[in-house]
């Protein structure tokens, strides 16, 4: 007995230490909380209840602070444990509601989105440089999701498994997670980590944190440091992730196609991926709008081996778009930080066709300037040799009550042939006022006439601008909901073919608190051509957000012509296992050879067998040619995903075809 009141007089003690550190902050200006590591003698039980006697071993964290109003607090009490031992990380929180009826839990699928319901969150900064972060999040019925730095394919193993749990009571609920230490790419000898706490409160849509980054401006350096922290050396597994393919279509019969992923986190930092004949085929592509546009849109990156390190680690999009890349035979990337520079590496071959080349390399000399330069390079197929080029600086930080930032950037291409080396630059700067709820924001802009990048996505050649916007929010009503949004855009320049101008503003008026309704009205030139539009968006973001819809409409001329585009999208939720979306779409231009008409309709369904398994489809209706696809996906935390395809959901019109395909990830 006596040992427990020890420990729980210790436990005590240290948590008025970090008390009296998070008041002394307030007090005599903005200084991270220190939290002593403490060493777990047994591990806590993972149920989502706190009544593990160890937790009374360990320092907490309480006292969260508003997100959204600087220097209030939280409305609801919160406090977090923090624990480890040689293989785990261990946080526990105890999450105090005065109408614990209406904590919200909906979504059970394992990292299916979870922002609208009740929960909680740490961010892990195992390099403490203030630049990234691990993020962990449960909610209140335990469903997990997390954030791996630079991001990472979906597969659990792949990602590394951790576990959760959440438990309702009289006095709201409360969270355990166990997070492995396998898991993090720590270095040697580190003592230190970084933490950010983070809660939801749902019925309340309120946001809260510890420590206070957010008042009076945004600084990530006033994370806590958990200090003091003895880690084994770490473990660095290899793991591989191979499949098996089997695809069938009419008038091309059967295939069996195997393939091999590897990833291995290396002791300097630095993770390096190897994909040996990646499967492309089966990945479910964006669908794209039928709005009108000037330029290419960019459109996601959902192919696992491109989207694993691009978060952080890919040069800007001006020299490197990773949908430029088509299939390929292999392929090669290394993306980390190492030796305080952040470095990221992409090699693709397709054999006897392309060879291409990316890398960015980043150097932080503190969390809040960083000078970066990339270079991307393509041989072969129909394109000529290319090389781009492109060099930075970016700079943020706290000012006042809010922060400002900058960003410069150069690029040059370098192409054989005649034609194709040029230049390009842009320069942004951006200010914000949290209090006054003012945000100005300025940009420079110009792409040479030559300038090419065969890997990047570059919109426009030969064009020049300056622009201009601003938004304010009224201080009336609720400060988390302020009724009333303006903003203000103005831009001019050139290109190649005449002047351009831009003038347009918008205002947003919140109708309820689920319901939004917003005007905007916009006129200009574009290469001799008169620019005037205006429209109306409704929006409603209820409680649920498989339940949120849009509807807008937008009208005037657009390149001289007569313009008219609809939209209508919509989730629904007939019951807690199915989930169905629905998007309509129809534009109409007014040209002097005639009217052009497109419509596109989308239904997407999903079906939860289990919080592992489902039931997809996706019927797609775009310029009178339908497309139908059904699929199967089983996602387990251990052993073999599976996924099974009738039809082809990336072809314009609906295609006989199976296909069924079998990856198993596993640590070596």
């Not at 360990?58 to 919160?78: E, I, K, L």
């Not at 691009?310 to 040069?315: I, L, S």
């Not at 019927?619 to 996906?633: I, K, M």
Request: glycine content about 10%; hydrophobic content about 35%.
């Amino acid at each position: 007995m006596f040992a427990r009141r020890s420990a729980t007089s210790v436990a005590a003690a240290v948590t008025l230490l970090i008390l009296c550190a998070s008041a002394a902050r307030s007090a005599e200006g903005a200084t991270a909380p220190i939290v002593p590591a403490v060493k777990a003698p047994t591990p806590p039980v993972i149920d989502g209840r706190l009544d593990d006697e160890v937790w009374t071993l360990s320092p907490q964290a309480a006292g969260f602070w508003h997100a959204s109003v600087p220097g209030r607090r939280a409305s609801q009490m919160t406090t977090v444990h923090m624990l480890y031992d040689d293989a785990h990380l261990y946080f526990g929180f105890d999450c105090q509601d005065a109408s614990p009826a209406e904590i919200k839990a909906d979504q059970r699928k394992r990292g299916g989105p979870i922002q609208r319901d009740d929960h909680v969150g740490v961010d892990v900064d195992v390099l403490n440089t203030h630049t990234e972060s691990y993020g962990f999040q449960v909610s209140a019925n335990g469903t997990q999701n997390s954030y791996i730095p630079g991001g990472a394919a979906s597969q659990i193993e792949w990602r590394g498994d951790w576990h959760a749990a959440a438990a309702t009571n009289d006095r709201g609920w409360q969270a355990e997670m166990a997070i492995p230490l396998q898991n993090l790419r720590y270095l040697p000898g580190t003592t230190t980590f970084g933490l950010c706490f983070t809660r939801y409160l749902a019925r309340k849509r309120e946001t809260s944190v510890w420590p206070n980054l957010l008042d009076p401006g945004y600084d990530n350096e006033l994370a806590a440091d958990w200090v003091g922290l003895d880690l084994p050396a770490p473990r660095r597994p290899l793991v591989a992730m191979p499949y098996l393919l089997t695809d069938a279509c009419e008038g091309e019969g059967g295939v069996l196609v195997a393939g091999l992923d590897l990833k291995h986190d290396f002791a300097n930092g630095l993770t390096a991926l190897a994909a040996f004949k990646p499967d492309f085929r089966t990945v479910e592509d964006a669908v794209e709008s039928v709005d009108f546009t000037y330029t290419e849109r960019a459109l996601p990156e959902r192919r696992p081996f491109f989207s694993e390190g691009a978060a952080a680690f890919y040069p800007p999009r001006l020299i490197f778009y990773s949908r430029r890349i088509g299939e390929i035979d292999a392929g090669l990337k290394a993306f980390g930080r190492a030796n305080g520079v952040s470095l990221g590496l992409l090699a693709t071959a397709k054999s006897g066709e392309t060879h291409d080349i990316v890398l960015h390399t980043a150097l932080k000399p503190t969390s809040k300037r960083t000078w970066w330069g990339g270079l991307s390079h393509h041989e072969g197929g129909d394109d000529p040799i290319n090389t781009a080029l492109c060099a930075g600086f970016s700079s943020w930080g706290p000012v006042g009550d809010g922060y400002r930032s900058f960003d410069g950037r150069v690029f040059w291409s370098q192409t054989a042939g005649p034609g194709g080396d040029d230049a390009a630059y842009s320069v942004s700067a951006v200010r914000r006022w949290r209090r006054e709820r003012r945000r100005l924001a300025f940009s420079l802009q110009r792409v040479g006439a030559d300038f090419e990048s065969v890997l990047g996505l570059v919109p426009e050649q030969g064009i020049h601008e300056a622009r201009v916007s601003a938004t304010l929010q009224s201080r009336l009503g609720d400060d988390d909901n302020p009724p009333l949004a303006f903003s203000f855009t103005a831009a001019s320049g050139g290109s190649t073919e005449g002047r351009r101008s831009e003038i347009g503003g918008s205002c947003t008026r919140r109708l309820t608190r689920d319901l939004r309704l917003t005007g905007r009205l916009d006129a200009g030139e574009r290469d001799g051509s008169t620019e005037r539009t205006a429209g109306l968006t409704l929006v409603s973001q209820p409680f649920d957000p498989m339940r949120k819809g849009k509807a807008a409409v937008r009208f005037g001329k657009r390149r001289g012509d007569g313009y008219v585009y609809a939209s209508l999208s919509q989730r629904l939720r007939p019951n807690s296992r199915l989930n169905l979306d629905l998007s309509m779409e129809h534009l109409r231009l007014e040209k002097s050879e005639g009217p052009e008409r497109r419509t596109q309709i989308v239904l997407t369904a999903t079906y939860d067998l289990t919080h592992e398994k489902a039931l997809s489809g996706r019927v797609s209706l775009r310029d009178g040619r339908v497309n139908l696809y059904l699929a199967y996906r089983q996602a387990l935390r251990s052993g073999p995903d599976v996924f099974a395809l009738l039809g082809d959901p990336n072809a314009d019109g609906t295609t006989a075809r199976f296909a069924a395909k079998v990856v198993w990830p596993f640590l070596l």
